[in-house]
T-cell receptor, first 111, second 115 residues
């Protein structure tokens, strides 16, 4: 099956700093989503981005499908950005519609 | 974005009993629902995919007789953990989408503790 690798595994920032999270995947994908899992376990949809670039406030994401990676940018980080960020992909074929998750990046933002 | 609810949010049960978890899409008709399991400090692992009106398909290694899934309508799927044991204690999360490579929306999760 498809492999999804996220880096870095842990990231510690001071409030106001910028960061880039990376997601590499081993095969072509039909779908790629970024999520933020809050301390209560809720997965919050950040981006649905199988290709191209999107922005939503302080967050933006870029997926370069031909090179099999996606980046999530967080600017002017806030303490409420803390949590786990997951990248998940749908590889299609026999996995059509199913998401395979990376191991996540644990982000801690200090005041 | 679309809203998915789960009930209960947490449950404690005794070993050997069964527990039912409900997943509802509140503002759209979900032709496909998914059930995931997440152990502490780990990622989400897909357990099964359910399509309305048909049998669920289970991922390799998931016991279909232990984790019963019913997708009775376009807005409701249920997961029943039968004869639960302490090793079934976990965080169970559902998601819902239209069929295909569409955006999935996740419920808030159900924390199951089996004593």
């Amino acid at each position: 099956g498809i492999q999804v690798e996220q880096s870095p595994p842990d990231l510690i920032l001071q409030e106001g700093a910028n960061s880039t999270l990376r997601c590499n995947f081993s095969d072509s994908v039909n779908n790629l989503q970024w999520f933020h899992q809050n301390p209560w376990g809720q997965l919050i949809n950040l981006f649905y981005i199988p290709s191209g670039t999107k922005q939503n406030g302080r967050l933006s994401a870029t997926t370069v499908a031909t090179e099999r990676y996606s980046l999530l940018y967080i600017s002017s980080s806030q303490t409420t950005d803390s949590g786990v960020y997951f990248c998940a992909v749908d590889a299609g074929g026999t996995s059509y519609g199913k998401l395979t998750f990376g191991q996540g990046t644990i982000l801690t933002v200090h005041p | 974005g679309a809203v998915v609810s789960q009930h209960p949010s947490w449950v404690i049960c005794k070993s050997g009993t069964s527990v039912k978890i409900e997943c509802r899409s509140l503002d759209f008709q979900a032709t496909t629902m998914f059930w995931y399991r997440q152990f502490p400090k780990q990622s989400l692992m897909l357990m099964a995919t359910s399509n309305e009106g048909s049998k669920a398909t289970y991922e390799q290694g998931v016991e279909k007789d232990k984790f019963l899934i019913n997708h009775a309508s376009l807005t409701l799927s249920t997961l029943t953990v039968t004869s639960a044991h302490p090793e079934d204690s976990s965080f169970y999360i559902c998601s819902a989408s239209l069929t295909g490579p569409y955006e999935q929306y996740f419920g808030p999760g159900t924390r199951l503790t089996v004593t």
